[in-house]
């Protein structure tokens, strides 16, 4: 027989990579906790902003301190660091106390069944402590304007967090609990001050009315529409017209013309006195629809129409050949309303009664961009949590409440388990030390101190970071969603599980490339 080579054999394709158990490990805990670190100092309300500047000729700086927006604007390499990406996770703390874990030769299934028992007392820790004000008005709404604030103190917006918090508030009550935020449009114009901002009622159109065609029509029937309405001139792009004489061409643009106007008047018979298009009305459909006495907006963005006609009632059309078939829009009133020194189309009076508008006032664009940003977070937050009713106290109080119950479980629990438990706890009072430490104050003091109090059944305590002192959470009242805490604990133990089930990261061969050859 012949003698077996006990050389290694590779099966993969040339120029594929693999790193194979502890290697890969630790490869996978270097990229999550890299990205933990960088999105790490944003943390609490003295959190600090990054710079993120664009590639290309056309380089745009963004100045945030939203971890969604920096984890999208990073280009990472690392495996485990694109599943933190993908999952939004803050808590990276979980995968350093597992780094420390693995070091002592814990198998990774022990520190996972630890960490699945530690979840689920967590999670009802967080459950018993949780309070309902949804059937009291006034208690319910002074908390969503609680969740605002406390949304808006890490933000640009924290020195008028609470005309923002209002007006975030007001936007998603007029939802009447359905949480669609496509009915809340939110519109950047510079110029003013951040205290400029307010919310209207109604809806708002950053497009202008055609020429000689009304400004101001009342009990409104919209066509929304996404259809050409530039075939008035001859497109010659891709074809060619050979005349002998120019009166020939006049007749190609006359039977172009013609047709327009059947078009125009298929449209004017479904009894509109508002047309709404997607693309570009021409200058002979505008006269067409300005002598029938129709307002007439072109080039609306997709966007815009898609919100229009939900805020409308109708729907968006492309052929017109059977006017019962198409649902119109209807709204109370359409004018131009001056924003600054620009000309909006306000539409009030809609048939979707929660859509609104908020209008950002700001002196540059970046602040103008970070105030969105901002206020789309509490957006978010105060949609969920009109859905599910219960809050938290914020401040670090809702995770030492459950590190405490989580460390209760670990006394009890006899086995390696036990120290997986303990490291849970430990990464879930990580969270009030990074708030301390990103204010400049003593985290180690205020942590214990924060401890004992938790220790002393003061469960509503937590870190006040304008006194740099331990607080009273339901006094102060800052407040934060239950449902937003629970999901945020749920995806950190499911991604720092996920990552510490990694034994092999195979990469795959990167793609030759072919020069072109010309068939010259």
């Known amino acids: 027989m012949a ?6 054999v590779s099966i993969f394709r040339h120029g594929a990579d693999e790193e194979k158990a502890e290697t890969a490990r630790l490869s996978s805990f270097i990229g999550a906790i ?5 999105v790490k ?3 609490g309300p003295k959190g600090m902003d990054k710079i993120l500047l664009g590639g290309g000729q056309d380089s745009s ?6 971890g969604a927006t920096i984890l999208k604007a990073i280009g990472v390499d690392n495996p485990a660091a694109k599943v933190l990406v993908g999952q939004f996770l803050s808590h990276d703390s979980s995968l350093t106390e597992t780094e420390l874990l693995i070091a002592k030769k814990i198998h990774p299934q ?3 069944a630890g960490w699945r028992k530690a979840t689920q007392a967590a999670r009802e820790a967080l459950r018993e402590a949780a309070v309902d004000h949804g059937n009291d008005e006034l208690k319910f709404q002074q908390d969503l304007m609680n969740i605002a604030r406390t949304t808006l103190s890490s933000k640009l917006l924290t020195h008028h967090k609470d005309h923002f918090s209002k007006l975030a508030v007001q936007a998603v009550l007029r939802l009447k609990g359905s949480g669609n935020l496509e009915a809340v449009h939110v519109i950047k114009k510079l110029g003013g001050s951040l205290t400029d901002s307010y919310l209207d009622e109604g809806f708002l159109l950053d497009k202008r009315i055609g020429v000689n065609q009304p400004k101001r029509i009342e009990n409104a029937n919209i066509l929304i529409a996404n259809t050409g309405m530039d075939t008035d001139k001859i497109k010659i792009f891709g074809s060619r017209v050979r005349v002998d004489s120019t009166a020939k061409v006049a007749e190609i643009e006359t039977a172009e013309k013609e047709k327009m106007k059947e078009k125009v008047e298929r449209i004017l ?6 047309f709404i298009n997607r693309q570009l009305i021409y200058n002979y459909p505008e006269q067409l629809f300005a002598s029938a006495g129709v307002m007439a907006i072109e080039h609306a963005d997709f966007v815009g129409v898609e919100r229009l006609a939900l805020v409308t009632g109708g729907e968006i059309s492309s052929t017109f050949d059977h006017p019962e078939l198409v649902k119109l829009g209807h709204c109370k009133l359409i004018e131009e309303v001056m924003i ?19 209008v950002l006032r700001g002196a540059t664009q970046q602040i103008l961009d970070e105030a969105e940003r901002s206020l789309h977070d509490a957006l978010c937050v105060l949609a969920q949590t009109v859905k599910e009713t219960r809050t938290v106290f914020g401040g670090g109080c809702s995770e030492m409440l459950m590190a405490k119950a989580v460390s209760d479980l670990a006394n009890r629990t006899p086995g390696k388990e036990a120290v997986a438990m303990e490291s849970f706890a430990k990464a879930l009072r990580m969270l009030p030390t990074i708030i301390a430490d990103n204010a400049g104050y003593d985290s180690a003091e205020l942590v214990s101190q924060l401890r004992a109090a938790h220790q002393d059944n003061k469960s509503t305590f937590g870190l006040d970071m304008s006194q740099g002192a331990v607080g009273d959470m339901a006094a102060l009242g800052i407040t934060e969603s239950f449902q937003v805490k629970r999901q945020v604990l749920l995806s950190a133990a499911e991604a720092a599980e996920m990552i510490l089930r990694v034994d092999n990261i195979i990469k795959a061969a990167p793609r030759k490339r072919v020069p072109d050859h010309h068939p010259c």
């Open 61 to 66: 700086v963004t100045v945030t301190n939203d």
């Open 41 to 43: 100092s944003t943390l």
């Open 340 to 358: 600054g020194e620009e000309t909006l189309i306000h539409f009030s009076g809609v048939d979707m009664g929660e859509a609104c508008t908020i």
């Open 110 to 112: 022990i520190i996972i």
């Open 3 to 8: 003698s077996l080579s006990m050389a290694p």
């Open 269 to 274: 018979k479904h009894g509109i006195n508002c």
């Open 34 to 38: 890299a990205i933990g670190d960088l």
